[in-house]
């Protein structure tokens, strides 16, 4: 029982710092990336206020716009990348058990 609690222990501890990582480095682009939503969200204020659901469409097209610059980051970063690190993150990703 000491011997699970020791892994489970260590286990979560991991995961915590993976999610610091994450949180960490989604720091420097926050403000880039929120601007960028903000301004294509007053851009197409016309289209969200015309909606017969303007509160859901908004968020909508908010979530799908980060989610677009996240993917941006993420591919300039990948692009930067050794081709080994790159192969490792396409077989992990292309495993689909995440």
């Known amino acids: 029982m000491g011997a699970v609690a020791t892994v489970a222990k260590k286990f979560v501890k991991w995961c915590g710092n993976c999610i610091e990582r994450v949180v960490s480095w989604w720091s420097p682009h926050k403000e880039r990336t929120n601007n960028i939503t903000y301004?294509?969200?007053i851009g197409n204020q016309l289209?969200?206020?015309n909606s017969s659901d303007p509160r859901?469409?908004?968020e909508i097209m908010g979530i799908k716009r980060e989610k677009n610059e996240l993917e941006?980051?993420?591919a300039q970063t990948y692009n930067q990348l050794s081709y080994g690190d790159r192969g490792r993150i396409d077989e992990l990703l292309d495993q689909r058990d995440y």
């Open 72 to 74: 941006y980051i993420s």
């Open 47 to 49: 289209f969200i206020m």
């Open 56 to 58: 859901n469409v908004g």
């Open 39 to 41: 301004n294509y969200l």
